[in-house]
């Protein structure tokens, strides 16, 4: 059974930038076939998708934060990270680690259990 | 970008209703639509992927439906444990893009 956990600060100050490592067991992160994603949901409202990447380290960001996101892996621990620059109150929210199969397209078949990432001085 | 919408953002139902949500997309999208659920302070759960294929280990009172721009999901028989935010997702393209929810309360 895959299962992954998030793990970093839950309060990160105005201007600075946020961390996040998402910690994979049950399964391999080189395995063939999974994108790693990370999907942020702000306090009471939607999903949105922040960027994956593969285990080889190839990236895509969504276009609405690419300037000030970075994304990488760790495969010799099973992990991969998260990092948003310049953050404001605006990035507070739900940070989710996902895996994204694919098979016949993608989908997020296992989720971490999110952590709250709440951005204030 | 692909944009997702979805109708009703929230409904009422009674245990044993039969539900149904649409899902529709700016544009063309195949089958690759996928559909969720979350339950308050929970992570989202997949329960639809390429528009009617059921995961593994989901109720068979979830089905999916559609394809190209419009989806449906419905439940056939609203338990208890259904109330929650349900959620589409595109995967035709990049950025992925999820719809905006539809809340299941009870009646």
């Known amino acids: 059974q895959v299962q992954l956990q998030e793990s970093g600060p839950g309060l990160v100050k105005p201007s600075q930038t946020l961390s996040l490592t998402c910690t994979v067991s049950?399964?391999?992160?080189?395995?063939?076939?999974?994108?790693w994603s990370w999907i942020r949901q702000h306090p009471g409202k939607g999903l949105e998708w922040i960027g994956y990447?593969?285990?080889?380290?190839?990236?895509y960001y969504n276009p609405s934060l690419k300037s000030r996101v970075t994304i990488s892996v760790d495969t010799s621990k099973n992990q991969f990270s998260l990092k948003l620059s310049s953050v404001t109150a605006a990035d507070t929210a739900v940070y989710y680690c996902?895996?994204?199969?694919?098979?016949?397209?993608?989908?997020?078949?296992?989720w971490g259990q999110g952590t709250l990432v709440t951005v204030s001085s | 970008d692909i944009q997702m919408t979805q109708s009703p953002s929230s409904l009422s139902a009674s245990v044993g209703d039969r539900v149904t949500i649409t899902c529709r997309a700016s544009?063309?999208?195949?089958?690759?639509l996928n559909w969720y659920q979350q339950k308050p302070g929970k992570a989202p759960k997949l329960l639809i992927y390429a528009a009617s294929s059921l995961q593994s280990g989901v109720p068979s009172r979830f089905s999916g439906s559609g394809s190209g721009t419009d989806f449906t999901l419905t439940i056939s028989s609203l338990q208890p444990e259904d109330f929650a935010t349900y959620y589409c997702?595109?995967?035709?393209?990049?950025?992925?893009?999820f719809g905006p929810g539809t809340k299941v309360d009870i009646k």
């Open positions: 544009q063309s999208i195949s089958s690759y």
């Open positions: 996902a895996r994204d199969r694919r098979n016949l397209g993608n989908y997020f078949d296992y």
């Open positions: 990447i593969y285990y080889s380290g190839s990236t």
């Open positions: 049950g399964g391999s992160i080189s395995s063939g076939g999974y994108y």
């Open positions: 997702q595109q995967s035709y393209s990049t950025p992925r893009a």
